[in-house]
């Protein structure tokens, strides 16, 4: 249905290829699970069969629906043949209310309004977005919004749609219920996918096909039981892009049968009564002795101007050494707690303390001592390389070289930091925002959009650079990173922090907010929530 041949793509005043000579192909009512590093050219691949998408700069090879070039097919037709669903939905989204945003794109391709009504009703009552039809679009939370650009790419009947990392910004029971829509359309409809998607753990044992990207190349393409083929070698980079209960198997089975590796929680606990191990008995937690909160809130109100109340009479405390993880819904605060601790926002009502003491402003000692990140690093900074924005975050200017090969900015210090990576770009925040030494640090959704590998160097940056003492508190959808990264984890809900505990009291006993692991293996090893506890109290 769609392929490439050849296809290269090299950005304009690059010295390197973005996608390096990619042969492939996609059969009809396919679903394509795409996965790699951050950076390795996911997002430019999948833009080269819309013409209008593809960025500036140098193109080679074909780009093909139905063996024709899309470059000679009228844009009209280009539409609707394929679809597409973006990372950031608020980038799609250009109408007021829901209906008018569905009736968008076909009135603007000359499709008959009745017709516009019929396919309305039906793709509404398909997708159940009946409650939100005339509700404005700025009033949808982030899973709301993505399921609308959805709808309306199906509003124009695609034969293939591509999704380009679409659950970044969604809560886990969010993006379980979108990818379960996006499964549902492969196979009621007969719709063909090829989907850009980090959270392989839930994917890859539904998906047809598996495509790895790496340095701008498709490095494999074929089934997802041969993928895990590839994956069973120590050595594999492809082992960091299976899901936890298939590296259990691969680490644990005493004589492993790759015909039927388990790759979900079902066939994962399948197996596992049928091997019955034993593991050791959880070890008890130590007791947590805390001191005067760094930062603490009492009873804050907060709302925007013109809505209702986001926070209630929420209080909250921060001590020294917290590693802290703050779940949520999408739209439940996290991020509006994260502005007011900072200062960015005033609260309505309540008051905060810093070491005790009251403050209601945001003063020169506190933003040396409170740093945040937002979620998008750009908006951070303000140089114009990477060099100049650490030697004004250091005290010494004369640890840079040292400071930058402690965090692998070195080949990156002549750079724009709008010319790196998404993954670097936040590496290089990090970097500027320890350098100042503060207190308590501050990250909203710090590894939103970043892949295994990314992850784990993010961890390693936390331990090895982050002093213990300093307070940490992040939000976050990627609960199988907050168990391994937080000694502390909280969840908003209905306006307050409504849960708060170690990661074992918060995760444990959870269908939904947990991980694989725990699912897996609650049964067997109550309590146990990462892979490598998981492996540890195997016997």
């Known amino acids: 249905m769609i392929s490439l041949r050849n296809r290269s793509f090299q950005f304009a005043n690059s010295a390197k290829k973005t996608l390096e000579d990619v042969t492939t192909e996609v059969r009809s009512g396919e679903f394509v699970l795409l996965i790699g590093p951050t950076g390795s050219g996911k997002t430019t691949l999948l833009r080269q069969w819309i013409p209008s998408l593809v960025p500036f700069g140098e193109v080679h090879g074909e780009a093909c629906i139905d063996e024709v070039d899309v470059t000679t097919l009228p844009k009209r037709d280009i539409a609707k043949s394929i679809g597409m669903v973006f990372q950031d939905p608020d980038r799609q989204l250009v109408m007021e209310t829901v209906s008018q945003e569905l009736a968008f794109t076909l009135e603007n391709v000359g499709i008959a309004s009745d017709v516009i ?69 492969n196979r009621e409809l007969g719709t063909t996918i090829v989907l850009s998607e980090h959270r392989f753990q839930e994917m890859l044992p539904l998906v047809d096909t598996v495509w790895m990207m790496d340095n701008g190349q498709l490095v494999f393409q074929g089934k997802p039981i041969e993928f895990v083929h590839q994956a069973n070698d120590s050595s594999s980079p492809f082992k960091s892009f299976c899901p936890d209960v298939t590296r259990l198997y691969l680490e644990k089975a005493p004589a492993i049968d790759l015909t039927s590796p388990p790759m979900d929680v079902r066939s994962t606990m399948s197996w596992l009564h049928t091997v019955r191990p034993a593991f050791q008995s959880e070890a008890n937690e130590p007791a947590v002795v805390r001191e005067t909160p760094v930062l603490a809130f009492e009873h804050i109100d907060f709302h925007y101007p013109g ?17 802290m993880a703050l779940f949520g819904s999408n ?92 993954g670097e770009m936040q590496k290089a925040a990090l970097a500027c925002l320890i350098a100042r030494s503060p207190e308590i640090l501050l990250l909203d959704e710090p590894t939103k959009g970043l892949d295994p590998i990314a992850k784990q160097r993010l961890l390693e940056l936390l331990e090895n650079e982050l002093p213990a003492q300093t307070a940490l508190l992040f939000t976050t959808h990627d ?59 195997w016997q």
């Open 117 to 185: 009504r019929k396919r309305m009703m039906e793709v509404v009552y398909y997708l159940d977005l009946h409650s939100l039809l005339h509700v404005s679009v700025d009033a949808l939370s982030g899973g709301q919004k993505q399921l609308v650009a959805l709808a309306s790419a199906l509003m124009l009947q695609p034969r293939v749609l591509l999704l380009d990392e679409p659950t970044s910004q969604l809560d886990p029971v969010a993006a379980k219920q979108f990818l379960s829509v996006l499964v549902q359309i």
């Open 307 to 323: 809505s209702e109340a986001i926070l209630w009479d929420c209080s909250f405390q921060l001590h020294a050494g917290d590693r």
């Open 331 to 422: 739209g439940s605060g996290k991020s509006t707690l994260l502005k007011l601790l900072a200062g960015i926002h005033t609260p309505q009502a309540g008051r905060f303390r810093l070491h005790g003491k009251p403050y209601k402003k945001r003063r020169t000692e506190h933003a040396k001592q409170i740093a945040y990140l937002p979620q998008q690093p750009a908006l951070f900074f303000s140089e114009n390389t990477i060099s100049e924005e650490l030697t004004a975050a250091l005290t010494e200017p004369s640890m840079l070289t040292e400071f930058a090969e402690r965090f692998g900015l070195i080949q990156l210090l002549d750079r724009h930091p709008f010319d790196v990576s998404g």
């Open 479 to 537: 609960i199988e990173f907050a168990a391994v990264a937080s000694n502390r984890c909280g969840m908003l809900f209905d306006r307050a922090l409504q849960v708060d505990g170690s990661p074992k009291e918060v995760l444990t006993g959870n269908a939904l907010y947990s991980t694989t692991i725990h699912r897996a293996l609650r049964d067997m090893a109550p309590g146990c929530l990462t892979l490598s506890e998981a492996l540890e109290r």
